[in-house]
């Protein structure tokens, strides 16, 4: 028995769900067999390093130098959006909540996270914290060490945080 060669054409075939009578060769082009119903695919999109511009962080929202680079948004179907945040020694967001919840991931220095209501807990690199949905928490850096972290939350009907007003410096 002779071995086949199945192209990329037969594969994308099997993946479809179709299956040819004979394997495609490979010298075959995929848009001449790809059937006329095949669903088109999004395609992989790639934000370069430097093509979104950091941003300061407003007092709106945080107390103290906080730097807010955006790592990814929500596209499509997805809800999910990320950015890096470093926070200055002693900086840190102004209360608040998401109404799907937030993951915090260190990534350098040391820091504090609160929970309304509970004990400040202090994160280092490495540690990863999970917020609950609509939990009224703060987090920042240590009086005297700097702190980063990747942020990332989802969207519920467009809106991704609630801010609040400021936490005290005690």
């Known amino acids: 028995m002779k071995p086949m060669h199945f192209g990329l054409g037969s594969l994308l075939l099997l993946t479809l769900g179709v299956q040819a009578t004979e394997p495609v060769p490979a010298s075959v082009?995929?848009?001449?067999?790809?059937?006329?119903?095949?669903?088109?695919?999004?395609?992989?999109?790639?934000a370069r390093n430097g093509t979104q511009l950091p941003a300061t962080g407003l007092e709106d929202y945080f107390t103290g130098r906080v730097r807010v680079e955006p790592l990814f948004q929500a596209k499509g179907e997805g809800r999910a959006s990320g950015a890096l945040v470093t926070f200055e020694p002693g900086s840190r967001t102004h209360w608040h909540t998401h109404p799907v919840g937030q993951t915090l991931i260190v990534t350098s220095g040391m820091g504090w996270v609160q929970q309304e209501g509970q004990t400040r807990l202090e994160i280092q690199p490495g540690d990863v914290v999970q917020i609950p949905a609509n939990v009224k928490h703060w987090h920042?850096?240590?009086?005297?060490?700097?702190?980063?972290?990747?942020?990332?939350?989802?969207?519920?009907?467009?809106?991704?945080?609630?801010?609040?007003?400021?936490?005290?410096?005690?």
């Open 140 to 170: 920042g850096a240590t009086g005297s060490t700097p702190m980063t972290h990747i942020a990332i939350q989802e969207a519920n009907a467009g809106k991704v945080v609630t801010w609040l007003e400021s936490v005290s410096p005690a």
């Open 29 to 46: 082009p995929v848009s001449e067999i790809m059937p006329k119903t095949a669903i088109a695919f999004e395609q992989i999109s790639i």
